[in-house]
Every structure is written in C-alpha cells, then in structure tokens.
C-alpha cells in the first residue's frame, strides 16, 4: 500500500481521494480482469489543462501491468471509424486501451465506444472483409482528456480521475 500511494501516486496533483482511489483501481484491474465476468467501466483521466501528468499516470498504468507505455491513439469522430478502431484494437488483444486527448471543443457522444464499454463480446464486420470476428472484451479502458464533455451515455460509463495542477503552466512544475 505505502509503495503505491505514498511512493508511486504522491506527486499526482488529485483533486479529491477518491479521483487516487480510482487511479489505484485502474492500476490493479488488469491483474485482476481475468476474474471479473462481466464489463468494467471506461477510467477517464481528465485535467484542466494540458502538462497536468495525464500522459504520465497512464505510462504509470500500463507500465506496471505491461512493462511498457500503451500505445495511444485518438478517438475517431466518425461512427463508422470508430467501430472499425474498437474491432482492430479488440483484435489486437491489448490488455489496455488509451483513446488519448479527447477534444474538449465537443461533446462525447460515441453509440459505438458507450457499446464496447457495456459489452462483454465485441461484433463488427472486418474492414474489407465480410467477416464478422466475435472478440472478448477484457481490455482496461483509459480515456484522457482536458475538460472533457461528455454525453450521459459515455459519462455514467466512466470512473472519473481528475488531476489539477493548480498552476497556469503546470509542465514547468518541479519539486517531484
């Protein structure tokens, strides 16, 4: 426990224990996903502002489950792109998902990424192909963004972990 929090998570700048709570969480699920039947929801890892150490909780994330960063990738705004993302990435079989940087100038509302997080089978045709792949869903979800606005769809599928720097610059903080 004292290594986690007091060690590993002490410089993030969480507005509340339960925003720490929740980045733990997301820390432990992959160890335990193979337990868990059904669905877990999307974790969200939004911030005020860019600098605020998003991208440096999620390495932190999938870094100890993987040995390795995440590979990130954005969410695309077309439906149709965003299933064919969804069934690659499900595909892929990656223990997390990062759909990085989400626009902040829109709202969030994806029929197909609200779907993924519900479903414990993912179906979608294979783009260029006529075959449709039934794939598990077991993968950790981690979205990020800044000032996120999210449809009641996409937000009552999130486990919310807000970070605030309380700084105007906040990538030009030291003292870690």
């Known amino acids: 426990r004292s290594l986690l929090l007091d060690e590993l998570l002490v410089d993030f700048p969480f507005v509340t224990p339960s925003d720490r709570a929740h980045a733990l969480a997301a820390m432990l699920l992959p160890f335990a996903r193979r337990m868990i039947g059904g669905v877990t929801p999307l974790h969200l890892i939004e911030a005020p502002s860019a600098g605020t150490g998003k991208g440096l909780l999620t390495a932190i994330i999938a870094l100890l489950a993987t040995g390795q960063a995440a590979p990130g990738r954005t969410l695309p705004v077309m439906e149709d792109e965003a299933r064919k993302m969804i069934t690659s990435e499900l595909a892929q079989g990656r223990p997390i998902v990062l759909l990085d940087n989400i626009s ?13 997080i519900t479903t414990p089978v993912w179906t979608d045709r294979i783009l260029g192909l006529s075959q449709m792949p039934t794939l598990p869903n077991k993968a950790l979800w981690i979205m990020t963004a800044n000032n996120p606005h999210l449809s009641l769809e996409i937000a009552r599928r999130c486990i919310r972990v807000r970070i605030d720097a309380r700084a105007d610059r906040p990538w030009l903080r030291g003292g870690f």
């Not at 902040?104 to 993924?116: C, H, Q, T």
């Open 104 to 116: 902040e100038k829109r709202e969030l509302d994806n029929p197909a990424l609200a779907s993924v």
